[in-house]
């Protein structure tokens, strides 16, 4: 039994250490203990259902590293080098697996955290939404990106990021998630205050203009990419959220206009994106929650828990597509 426990653990430490500090140190203090095997399987399950950090993917990889740095040439030391500092870890575990075969490293060649990596890599979902603008004390799809962070859909993981209401800087902090995520799908939400329907939106135009940001500046008929199309159609199953929704007794159709301001500004973003690396993007945009409406009597407002609902049927219906 100590023998199975101990050809258990050699294969799964770095993968535990990966996903969770917390559980990796549990499963050493029970391997100490001479646990048994059943109760050392549980802990790297349930290890393994925790969704990794940064930080716990960074420490994993820098103690596998610790096997070549001393061997390693210029040349692998400055591509490790690069891949760490942009948080590549996909990248960074087919590269040690590499190295591993490269320079007979048995050890970490038998790892799980080393073999059938892309099977075990949760595909991405970037959810975004933005952070209060002009008159508004809140904004509900703020709440919605944070409260998503880390859920699962299906076999996608849900990272929730949240924009400035800023021109010349919200696409910039988009662009700096999706090379660090480099998600499968990106669905970015914008409240629509004034509608009453969940709203997703058909395509995207390239123009900036419209009220100011929440710097005070405020473009006029400026193109979002002056060497691109005019217009850009989403790649999610617009159609289907809509029925989805229904069903379920919200109220949803399609638009045909996000806008010029920078839920259109996101939209059109993400689908270049999406084009270039062969993902899927489009646009949500929500109704306003009754804190809204509350400040503004005139504005129709929905629960917030309507509102987070409504989007995680949509998410639901994506991934079952």
């Known amino acids: 039994m100590r023998r199975e426990a101990e050809l258990l653990w050699r294969r799964e430490k770095y993968a535990v250490m990966y996903y969770s500090q917390a559980h990796y140190n549990r499963i050493r203090l029970l391997m100490r203990e001479n646990a048994a095997v059943a109760d050392i399987q549980v802990a790297i399950a349930e290890a393994y259902s925790i969704q990794p950090t940064a930080g716990s993917q960074r420490n994993a990889i820098q103690h596998m590293w610790g096997y ?139 123009v900036k203009d419209g009220e100011v940001d929440n710097k005070g500046y405020a473009p006029t008929d400026e193109a979002i990419d002056a060497d691109a199309a005019d217009g850009l159609f989403t790649m999610l199953p617009i159609r289907a959220f809509v029925t989805a929704l229904q069903e379920a007794g919200y109220p949803a159709k399609i638009s045909n206009s996000a806008g010029t301001y920078l839920c259109n500004n996101i939209m059109y973003a993400g689908l270049q994106y999406a084009q270039q690396y062969q993902k899927q993007a489009g646009f949500i945009h929500v109704p306003a929650n009754f804190d809204i409406s509350i400040r503004h009597p005139r504005i129709p407002g929905w629960h917030q828990r309507d509102i987070q609902a409504a989007v995680e049927i949509c998410l639901t219906t994506l991934t079952k597509a």
């Open 68 to 206: 070549f740095k001393k061997y390693a040439t210029a040349e692998e030391k400055q591509r490790y080098e690069q891949y760490i500092a942009q948080d590549d870890f996909l990248a960074l575990r087919h590269y040690l697996a590499q190295l591993a075969v490269q320079y007979n490293v048995t050890y970490l060649q038998e790892s799980t955290i080393l073999q059938n990596i892309e099977e075990n890599v949760m595909k991405t979902i970037l959810v975004t939404g933005f952070e209060p603008f002009l008159q508004l004390p809140v904004n509900p799809t703020e709440q919605i990106a944070r409260a998503l962070d880390g859920q699962q859909f299906g076999d996608y993981i849900v990272h929730g990021k949240v924009l400035p209401v800023d021109f010349h800087e919200s696409e910039k902090v988009l662009k700096e998630y999706l090379t660090a995520l480099a998600p499968d799908i990106v669905v970015s939400l914008g409240v629509a205050a004034g509608r009453h329907q969940v709203t997703p939106e058909r395509i995207a135009i390239n």
